[in-house]
């Protein structure tokens, strides 16, 4: 019996884990997401290099 409530909290703990993970990659891609929403409403000045760092990654991939 112990060791089978040992195995349960350690699979309780990894998932616990993986869902912060979850939230962590969720939280990247809308910030990403919502950054390039601002971009397309708006274009600021302030991301020109940011597009201009991309145009160049993407010439040097070519």
Do not use: H, T
């Not at 601002?38 to 070519?62: A, E, G, H, T």
């Amino acid at each position: 019996m112990e060791r089978g409530s040992k195995n349960k909290s350690l699979l309780i703990w990894i998932e616990e884990i993986w869902e912060e993970i979850e939230v962590q990659i969720y939280g990247i891609l809308g910030a990403i997401f919502f950054f390039g929403v601002i971009y397309l409403i708006f274009q600021p000045q302030w991301m020109n290099p940011v597009c201009d760092l991309f145009s160049k990654i993407k010439l040097l991939l070519r």
